[in-house]
């Protein structure tokens, strides 16, 4: 099956600068690659995601990339804000089948002020 | 918000109490998740219920009950745990039919303190 790791497993960005986190897959039929955000007291939400027929995605100060020969994506952010302090996971599947969503074990995103 | 609630937010339990987590989603999805977060550990899927018949059961203990009695709701019964199982457990739904059904919609959450 499936296996997503996720590095690194925190980090810590002064307010302004970018963060990076990075996550590899192994299985190669994978195409959906989503990212959620984790609050405080709260499930995780979806704030991006990425099919593999495209290589780049944006919105706004996020954005995620994906190299299939390396099997590997990665989430950017830039100009951070505390409001983005969070737990982010990954994870990867094969499109239309949402069942098969395989998770990262999250990123401790913390956003000094 | 995501469209799928869950009830009670927080729950503190003896090991001899029976209690249940209640799921619900407003999204029109057909399959429903349980999944089990504890500290510094990834996501573990519990249960898959896809038009209300379970698919999938990820070697959970028996001490875990899941009840789908409709494409809407989804309950988690609690018999007699342990305080390993203190953590949050979480509730998510997708549509399995449509074209670009890709994605799973989470619940709050629900933490579960074992005494």
């Known amino acids: 099956g499936e296996n997503v790791e996720q590095h690194p497993s925190t980090l810590s960005v002064q307010e302004g600068d970018s963060a990076v986190i990075k996550c590899t897959y192994s299985?190669?039929?994978?195409?959906?690659f989503p990212w959620y955000k984790q609050e405080l007291g709260k499930g995780p939400q979806l704030i991006i995601d990425i099919r593999s027929n495209v290589g780049e995605k944006k919105d706004q100060r996020i954005a995620v990339t994906l190299n299939k020969t390396a099997k590997h994506f990665s989430l950017h952010i830039t100009e951070t804000q505390p409001e983005d302090s969070a737990v982010y996971f990954c994870?990867?599947?094969?499109?239309?089948?949402?069942?098969?969503?395989?998770f990262g074990s999250g990123t401790q995103l913390t956003v000094l002020p | 918000e995501t469209g799928v609630t869950q009830t009670p937010r927080h729950l503190v339990m003896g090991m001899t109490n029976k209690k249940s987590l209640k799921c619900e989603q407003h999204l029109g999805h057909n399959a429903m998740y349980w999944y089990k977060q504890s500290a510094k550990k990834p996501l573990e899927l519990m249960f898959v219920?896809?038009?209300?018949?379970?698919?999938e059961n990820n070697s959970v203990p028996s001490r875990f009950s899941p009840e789908c009695p409709n494409s809407s709701h989804l309950f988690l019964h609690l018999h007699t745990l342990q305080p390993e199982d203190s953590a949050l457990y979480l509730c998510?739904?997708?549509?399995?039919?449509?074209?670009?059904?890709?994605?799973?919609?989470f619940g709050p959450g629900t933490r579960l303190t074992v005494l």
């Open positions: 219920y896809n038009f209300k018949e379970q698919t």
């Open positions: 998510a739904s997708s549509q399995e039919t449509s074209p670009r059904t890709d994605t799973q919609y």
């Open positions: 994870a990867a599947s094969l499109s239309g089948s949402a069942r098969q969503l395989t």
């Open positions: 299985d190669s039929a994978s195409n959906y």
